[in-house]
C-alpha cells in the first residue's frame, strides 16, 4: 500500500498569514493515463470531509483561490495564501493511484 | 441539491453484523462510481470500499476484504454496506461518499460502535 506522509501534523497561523502543508507518497502517484490522483481534503470541526483540490491542482467548485496544490510524482504541497478564520480544520491527502486508496496522517491547522 | 443521507449504524457485539445504507437525491446516482470511507474515534480517514456505476466492479481495503461487501440500488438510487464479523477495530464513523477517488459530496456518516 502506498504511504502517504503529511508534515507538519500541526500548524497555527496567524489571519492573513500564508501556511503550507507537504504531503509525500511512498511511490509515484503518476498513473499510466497520465494523470496524477492525489487530492487534499478538508475535515472543519463537527463536519463531514469537503473536497478541496483534485489532481494536484485543480480547485474543486466553490474553493477559493486562496487555496492552491502543486507537485508531482511524490512530494506535493497544499498552500493557502492569506489564511482566514474559516480554514480552521484538518487537512488530509489522499492518493487514488494504486488501490487501496490511502489517506496522509492529517494535518490540523489552528488560526490564532 | 446533492444530498447523500448514511443510516444503520449502532452498537453491535463483536462477530455481529450491521447493513448500512446511504440514501442518495439531487444527482444521477447510476452515472457515479460510490465510495466508503471510515474515521475511526479521534483517528484520520480510512477508504474501505468502492463501486463502480453498474456495480460490476468493487474494490475493499485488505482489513475489510471477506468480511464487508458493498453494493447498489440504482433504481432506488441507494448504496449498501453489510458488514459482517464485526470486530473492534471496525469501531467508527462510516460515511459515504460520491466518486471513485475524488470523493465530491459525502454524507453526514453514521456510527458504528463494536463492542460487548
Known amino acids: 500500500d502506498i504511504v502517504m506522509t503529511q508534515t507538519p501534523l500541526s500548524l497555527s497561523v496567524i489571519p492573513g498569514q500564508p501556511a503550507s502543508i507537504s504531503c509525500k507518497s511512498s511511490?509515484?502517484?503518476?498513473?499510466?493515463?497520465?494523470?496524477?490522483?492525489l487530492y487534499w481534503y478538508l475535515q472543519k470541526p463537527g463536519q463531514s470531509p469537503q473536497l478541496l483540490i483534485y489532481?494536484?491542482?485543480s480547485r474543486f467548485s466553490g474553493v477559493p483561490d486562496r487555496f492552491s496544490g502543486s507537485g508531482s510524482g511524490t512530494d506535493f504541497t497544499l498552500k493557502i495564501s492569506r489564511v482566514e478564520a474559516e480554514d480552521a480544520g484538518v487537512y488530509y491527502c489522499m492518493e487514488g493511484t494504486h488501490l487501496p486508496w490511502t489517506f496522509g496522517q492529517g494535518t490540523k491547522v489552528e488560526i490564532k | 441539491e446533492v444530498q447523500l443521507v448514511e443510516s444503520g449504524g449502532g452498537l453491535v457485539q463483536p462477530g455481529g453484523s450491521l447493513r448500512l445504507s446511504c440514501a442518495v437525491s439531487g444527482f444521477t446516482f447510476s452515472s457515479y462510481w460510490m465510495s466508503w470511507v471510515r474515521q475511526a474515534p479521534g483517528k484520520g480517514l480510512e477508504w474501505v470500499a468502492n463501486?463502480?456505476?453498474?456495480?460490476?466492479?468493487?474494490y475493499y481495503v485488505d482489513s475489510v476484504e471477506g468480511r464487508f461487501t458493498t453494493s447498489r440500488d440504482n433504481a432506488k438510487n441507494s448504496l449498501y454496506l453489510q458488514m459482517n464479523s464485526l470486530r473492534a477495530e471496525d469501531t467508527a464513523m462510516y460515511y459515504c461518499?460520491?466518486?471513485?477517488?475524488?470523493?465530491?459530496?459525502w454524507g453526514q456518516g453514521t456510527l458504528v460502535t463494536v463492542s460487548s
Open positions: 461518499a460520491r466518486g471513485n477517488s475524488l470523493f465530491s459530496y
Open positions: 511511490q509515484s502517484l503518476l498513473h499510466t493515463d497520465g494523470k496524477t490522483y
Open positions: 463501486i463502480k456505476e453498474d456495480g460490476s466492479e468493487k
Open positions: 489532481e494536484v491542482s
